[in-house]
Structure formats: structure tokens, C-alpha cells
């Protein structure tokens, strides 16, 4: 399927989770993050704002137990600049820095920004991912872009769904994720 095709199919799907459904698979998905991953050489964890009346990923719940039990490690968070059509990042010092966007985004309204070569796992949206660490995403090419200049970082794709799919139409600018976090477990791509 293409990626425009896949990005309906997997909106779609996300939509019909029941509440109790989506509940369960994002706190699964949290169990599955903090038993997966190693976090103890970690300093800088990049991740997304969830919308979660889309029903993304509920990143809060890892966002939450990461300041309680991890002190040593700092959250970066994105803004979209669209008048330069990249991501800018922000150090997360707490709702009072959040104001939602045009797309109904939380966004740092300000902070001090993060520079890229300090984040060691940067968190990433997606719908749907291959077999090779490919993603479908919303189509906007932010995270190809912003990736490309973390290249110290850890790219882990964040997905409800544990299926990998077929994505045909790929290009060059698509960067391939790392490792893909789902509620069954951690995917690792070479």
C-alpha cells in the first residue's frame, strides 16, 4: 500500500479503539518501554506530545514516570516552525510551557532549546512501520528532517499496532527508525 493509503487505513484503525482497548495498549506499550529499554547512560530523552483525542501513543504516561523515577534524564519536546519547516526542541519544565497549535499540538510556547548532538533517544510518531524500520507518519517529512540531525540519538518509533506493513512509494529523505516500540515488545532494525 502507499503511504497515503496506509496513513487512512491506520488513522482509521486508531479511531475504532474502544477507550478500555486504547487504556490497555498504551499502558502495556509503557510496561514494554520501561522493561526494554535501558535507560541508565540515558541524559536526554526527546519525545512527542501525544494528541490523544486522535488516539496517539499516550507518551504522557512514559513522560510522567520518567520525571518521578529518573531525575538524572531530561525531556526535550518539539514545536513545529513553519516558517522554517522544521522541528525546534525545547528542555520539558512542565505544562505551564505547553500551548496548543493550530493542529491542536501542545507546544512549548518557549524554553531553552535543546541541541541535538545532546539527545540520546529521540521518541517518534508513527501509523505504520516495515519490516526494515520504515515508517509511515503524518506526511509532513518533520522527524525525516529532524532526525537526520540527531545522528548521536537513538530513533524508537512509538505504534498501537505491532504488525509490520508493506510500504511502497518510499524516499530518499525517509529515515529509517532504529527500533520500533509497540505494546508486544520491542522491534530492532538493523
Known sequence: ??????RKLYLQKRKELSEAEYLALNHRLTEVFFSSIDLSFIKVLHTFIPVVEKRE?????IIDRIRREFPHIRLSIPRVNTKTDQLENFYFEGLHQLKKNSW???????????????IDIVL??????DKSGNRVGYGKGYYDRFLATCTQARSVGVS?????????????????????LTPQGIVTFD
Open 57 to 61: 501513543p499516550d507518551t504522557w504516561l
Open 160 to 180: 498501537l499496532f505491532s504488525e509490520p506493513v508493506i510500504i511502497e512509494g518510499l524516499h530518499e529523505a525517509d529515515k529509517p527508525l532504529d527500533h520500533v
Open 104 to 118: 491542536g499540538i501542545l507546544e512549548p510556547e518557549q524554553g531553552i532549546p535543546t541541541p541535538p548532538e545532546k
Open 1 to 6: 500500500m502507499t503511504k497515503q493509503e496506509l
Open 124 to 129: 517518534v510518531p508513527l501509523l505504520a512501520f
